[in-house]
């Protein structure tokens, strides 16, 4: 496993801080027939979006998942899940294990992991994560330039003072494109009014007003609202999901695979949401290409049906772990790859000169 640090080329604002540099968890496995995998496990470095850090993602790989994994011998990418049971929380740190015994399993299978994983589109629709900016000018030459650059959909990082009059703005200047907003988790039942002002614009969705944990304040909030409510931090398993739904606390579901706590979680909530009639759509933690590959061959699933938070490696860092990268075309699609493994060839070069610190285990 390794830490790697990737500096963003302008800082990523959120309700939750500044983010100016990814340091993020990457795992390598290689079988006795010298085949490898990769898998991402994208915490953020500090316990201000969920609970758990990319210190704490590195150990909990070293000492629990990777051991636990290789401990029990698992053939097949289906069964990492079980074998990391014992694991309470820590999605980020299962879910890059996981991802590596995938594509390890796509790559000896020698079929694309899209297919293993049951996907058959070959194009998905993006959308762009705008940050806070320092002024709505800036806001609207950001959003401006994504639009032209062909994005599906802008979503809007909020928080309170930073509501009513960006999107107020954003529509004014762009009419009826498709927009949604992000407050990650800034608001109270008590001071929502800011949200429940938000009603009138359209929005395809509003992520996550509330407190992460706050399962019921997010369905007394979904009452009062047309728009529906997306969940995000909120939905860190499959049983959340459950939850979610039962009680109508979102009628839309943001699906980050690594903070569910892998591939098979997200295939489960990807057939919870498709029974239950849910939109949902893949979202970013902004990681490296190794976590979007995944990300991306799970997209071509049919359920998939909004556009993903797939913000392109050349707008985030400039460069990739993997090269070529995925781009994201005129029409704002990437287009899904059909080469075995992880999808994209590794920059081994490149990672080895992002990286912070690594540790091999044996099996
Ligand atoms: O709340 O969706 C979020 C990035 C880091 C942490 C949390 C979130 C985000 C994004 C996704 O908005 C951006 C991306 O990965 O392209
Ligand atoms: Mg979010």
């Known amino acids: 496993m390794i830490e790697v640090e990737l500096p963003l080329l302008a800082p990523f604002v959120t309700s939750f801080g500044a983010t100016t540099s990814r340091r993020t968890v990457v795992v390598r496995i290689e079988d006795r027939d010298g085949r490898i995998g990769w898998g991402e496990g994208p915490a953020l470095d500090h316990p201000f979006y969920l609970p758990y850090t990319t210190s704490g993602t590195f150990a909990v790989v070293e000492e629990y998942a990777l051991p636990l994994a290789l401990q029990a011998h698992v053939q097949r990418p289906q069964d990492v899940a079980a074998a990391l049971g014992r694991i309470r929380g820590n999605g980020f740190a299962r879910a890059a294990v996981e991802a590596a015994y995938w594509a390890l399993a796509s790559a000896t299978q020698g079929r694309p992991l899209a297919k293993l994983l049951g996907g058959s589109r070959d194009r998905i629709e993006v959308g762009e994560s705008i940050g806070i900016k320092a002024s709505i000018v800036e806001t609207i030459t950001e959003v401006g330039l994504r639009l032209a650059e062909g994005f599906r959909r802008i979503k809007l990082k909020i928080a309170p003072g930073w509501d009513v009059d960006i999107v107020r703005a954003v529509r004014d200047e762009f009419g009826g494109i498709a927009l949604q907003v992000d407050a990650?988790?800034?608001?109270?039942?008590?001071?929502?009014?800011?949200?429940?002002?938000?009603?009138?614009?359209?929005?395809?969705?509003?992520?996550?007003?509330?407190?992460?944990?706050d399962l019921l304040g997010h369905a007394r909030l979904q009452a009062m609202l047309e728009t529906p409510i997306c969940l995000d931090e909120t939905l860190w398993s499959v049983e959340r999901v459950q939850s979610a739904l039962e009680v109508e606390a979102c009628r839309n579901v943001n699906l980050k695979p690594s903070r569910a706590g892998g591939i098979s979680a997200a295939l489960a909530i990807h057939e919870l949401c498709v029974e239950a009639g849910i939109p949902l759509w893949c979202g970013g933690m902004l990681e490296s290409g190794i976590g979007r590959a995944s990300n991306i061959a799970l997209c071509s699933l049919p359920g998939f049906v909004e556009p993903a938070d797939m913000s392109p490696a050349r707008l985030l860092f400039g460069w990739d772990l993997i090269d070529p990268t995925y781009e994201v075309g005129a029409d704002g699609c990437i287009t899904v790859p059909t080469e075995p493994g992880l999808g994209y060839e590794v920059d081994e070069e490149r990672v080895r000169a992002a990286t912070l610190r690594s540790v091999v285990v044996e099996a």
């Open 184 to 213: 990650n988790a800034a608001y109270t039942l008590d001071d929502a009014q800011g949200i429940v002002e938000l009603d009138r614009f359209g929005l395809c969705c509003i992520e996550q007003p509330l407190e992460y944990d």
